[in-house]
DNA sequence: GTCGCATATGAACAGATGAGCATATATAAT
DNA sequence: ATTATATATGCTCATCTGTTCATATGCGAC
């Protein structure tokens, strides 16, 4: 189904840029994963689960008690969390204690933090 | 608004993990900015868009064509993208060339990546 | 087995989001 | 001025998402 609206006449893009760019993208799927992963960090919940198990593992009730939100919004959240391999779990009895899975996340974060950061010292000066 | 819901009686996070928790963890208002930087990476659309622009800058039309969208679809993700301050534009003429505005979204992609990769790694080997 | 507590999960509902359409704006040419 | 082209934007709608509620499951104590 091409597009019915009328596209530019003059394509500006270079031939090797193409050749390039298509050398560097990842495959559809892999983008497809990849803005599920960053989908996963897009809610602040989850983000405040996962600076919790930066600092140590702790199970889903002391989570829902920091977070003051409900036991069940918070084990949704960490199903979520699961599936996309970055928290694993232990059981001990009753409780469920949830750990990290993964050691770019923090990086991650790191990255998008720095990137906040340099966005709010633009704004200031920029007015 | 207190939790109607029982949480659990016994508290298993210690007094020094709470204490080094909220040393770490960011402002409400960072977090919330940092979600909302993961949420512009959660779209492919996005994504696609940011991996054009790793390699050159790049006229709407010639996004929209490549991607093979429409060109209000693109604009109104490149507006996102703008809002975020991850890319930059200049007007020459009637056209608009868009411009990376950011060096982390390379590496927060790379990490992402590196993720995905582990994470299938892992689904090969556990069946 | 029953009871109580910790966690998981399905359904439902409100709010957010991405794309399409129509239209507005910007620039250049005439 | 008008026309043509490139881009931006407001509105609408279908889809997705996060939370709540009710309920199920898992496990230990009895």
Redesign the interface.
Known sequence: MA?T?E??KD????KD??E??KR???S?E??????????V????TR??IL??L???E??V??I???L?????AISHQLRILKQ??LVRFRRQGK?V?YSLD?N??K???D??????L??SR?ERSNG
């Open positions: 597009a609206i596209i530019c394509t500006f893009i270079h840029a193409v390039k760019l560097i993208t990842p559809e892999t983008l497809y994963s990849l803005s599920e992963l960053f989908k960090f897009g809610d602040t983000i405040k600076f919790m930066f600092v140590s702790v199970c009730c002391d829902a008690a920091f003051n939100m409900s036991q069940s996309m391999r409780t204690f993964d770019h996340i990086r991650i974060f990255q998008g933090l720095e990137h906040i340099e966005r633009g």
